[in-house]
């Protein structure tokens, strides 16, 4: 039994690594295109609004708390508190998308969009001489979108995972002795929370 | 700890020298260390350091990430060879950035060789101040 445990770990540890590179790799495409397009990257990001990038950090880490709450009460073999802690938990990755659909549908509506769809803004700079704006506007949006586009479809995973166990938990079937299915779920749960740390600065923070 | 986890840790000794590290309070302190972080980095962002302010966002993220990793995800109780896994993927990733910018380094800002020192200009919808051109494309 506490081999299968930590074999499962090791597993979803092997996983958790895939991860950092799948995300790792859109990391260093973005350095390279800031790197490329700087001045615009800097008025693009301007368009972000920080104090909504900042609220959803804030509701990531207390859903990272309490998944690790609901982790602790498994090891004590709570299955009230499991289910509560998981019910709380799959609550703020609500929140955290619904603030996400605020922000989405404010940035269609200005139109900062990837380049093909990207509408100016009179606040951009960096244009030809005939006026056309600079791709390296629509570049960070079509980076923006698709980097927190998939991490938000990590938490999209993660609410049915939350769910699932949480039926689980209430049926009863964990007990101090199992409970591996929580703990692995809590693992994954926590590194969309880590992405977050990242993503949260490069976009909404750094000039 | 608490005097009752103790008492439990008397009565179920192998499940608690296995899994049990942490607990309600430590897990309390890990998330206010997490929100005072996120308010120095976000304090941060409103002051320029110029090229420092890249160094300070992601110094102080890592600094989160290694709490997140070392009390959430229970890396500094479990077998070593998670935490072995998990920075290899991030000496990888490490790799791939390193040999990207050394790159970067070499091609003069990835502008195209006959780039002749004017802005990269690569241009889409004309310039209408905020209207909406992309209606007019369709």
Same mark, same amino acid.
């Given at each position: 039994?506490? *081999?299968?445990?930590?074999?499962?770990?090791?597993?979803?540890?092997?996983?958790?690594?895939?991860?950092?590179?799948?995300?790792?790799? !859109?990391?260093?495409?973005?350095?390279?295109? *800031?790197?490329?397009?700087? *001045?615009?990257?800097?008025?693009?990001?301007?368009?972000? *609004?920080?104090?909504?990038?900042?609220?959803?950090?804030?509701? !990531?880490?207390?859903?990272?708390?309490?998944?690790?709450?609901?982790?602790?009460?498994?090891?004590?073999?709570?299955?009230?508190?499991?289910?509560?802690?998981?019910?709380?938990?799959?609550?703020?990755?609500?929140?955290?998308?619904?603030?996400?659909?605020?922000?989405?549908?404010?940035?269609?509506?200005?139109?900062?969009?990837?380049?093909?769809?990207?509408?100016?803004?009179?606040?951009?700079?960096?244009?030809?001489?005939?006026?056309?704006?600079?791709?390296?506007?629509?570049?960070?949006?079509?980076?923006?979108?698709?980097?927190?586009?998939?991490?938000?479809?990590?938490?999209?995973?993660?609410?049915?995972? !939350?769910?699932?166990?949480?039926?689980?938990?209430?049926?009863?079937?964990?007990?101090?002795?199992?409970?591996?299915?929580?703990?692995?779920?809590? !693992?994954?749960?926590?590194?969309?929370?880590?992405?977050?740390?990242?993503?949260?600065?490069?976009?909404?923070?750094?000039? | 700890?608490?005097?009752?986890?103790?008492?439990?840790?008397?009565?179920?000794?192998?499940?608690?020298?296995?899994?049990?590290?942490?607990?309600?309070?430590?897990?309390?302190?890990?998330?206010?260390?997490?929100?005072?972080?996120?308010?120095?980095?976000?304090?941060?962002?409103?002051?320029?350091?110029?090229?420092?302010?890249?160094?300070?966002?992601?110094?102080?993220?890592?600094?989160?990430?290694?709490?997140?990793?070392?009390?959430?995800?229970?890396?500094?109780?479990?077998?070593?060879?998670?935490?072995?896994?998990?920075?290899?993927?991030?000496?990888?990733?490490?790799?791939?950035?390193?040999?990207?910018?050394?790159?970067?380094?070499?091609?003069?800002?990835?502008?195209?060789?006959?780039?002749?020192?004017?802005?990269?200009?690569?241009?889409?919808?004309?310039?209408?101040?905020?209207?909406?051109?992309?209606?007019?494309?369709?």
């Amino acid at each position: 039994m506490e *081999q299968q445990f930590d074999t499962s770990k090791i597993g979803m540890w092997l996983f958790l690594a895939t991860e950092v590179l799948l995300f790792g790799g !859109l990391f260093v495409g973005f350095g390279l295109m *800031q790197a490329r397009y700087p *001045q615009e990257f800097i008025e693009a990001h301007e368009h972000l *609004q920080r104090p909504l990038g900042a609220l959803n950090t804030v509701v !990531l880490l207390i859903s990272s708390f309490t998944m690790v709450m609901g982790v602790l009460s498994a090891q004590r073999g709570d299955k009230k508190k499991v289910v509560m802690f998981l019910v709380l938990t799959i609550l703020c990755a609500c929140i955290f998308l619904g603030v996400k659909y605020f922000e989405y549908s404010h940035k269609f509506e200005e139109g900062l969009l990837p380049p093909r769809w990207y509408h100016a803004q009179s606040t951009d700079t960096v244009r030809d001489a005939a006026g056309n704006v600079s791709h390296g506007y629509g570049t960070f949006f079509a980076f923006y979108f698709m980097m927190t586009g998939l991490h938000g479809i990590h938490i999209l995973v993660g609410i049915f995972l !939350l769910s699932w166990i949480a039926v689980r938990a209430h049926r009863g079937e964990f007990s101090k002795a199992y409970y591996t299915p929580v703990d692995l779920v809590g !693992l994954y749960w926590h590194l969309v929370d880590l992405i977050w740390i990242y993503l949260f600065p490069l976009f909404y923070l750094i000039k | 700890m608490s005097n009752s986890e103790q008492t439990s840790e008397h009565l179920h000794p192998h499940a608690h020298a296995k899994h049990h590290h942490g607990s309600a309070a430590l897990y309390v302190r890990t998330l206010v260390a997490l929100l005072i972080l996120t308010a120095i980095t976000v304090g941060a962002s409103y002051i320029d350091f110029g090229a420092g302010n890249v160094v300070i966002a992601l110094f102080i993220a890592t600094i989160k990430a290694t709490i997140v990793a070392l009390f959430f995800m229970h890396l500094r109780w479990d077998k070593p060879v998670n935490a072995v896994i998990a920075c290899a993927g991030f000496l990888f990733l490490g790799i791939f950035l390193m040999f990207d910018f050394i790159d970067f380094g070499s091609r003069d800002g990835l502008r195209p060789v006959n780039w002749d020192g004017k802005l990269p200009i690569e241009t889409v919808a004309p310039a209408t101040s905020g209207a909406a051109p992309a209606a007019e494309k369709k």
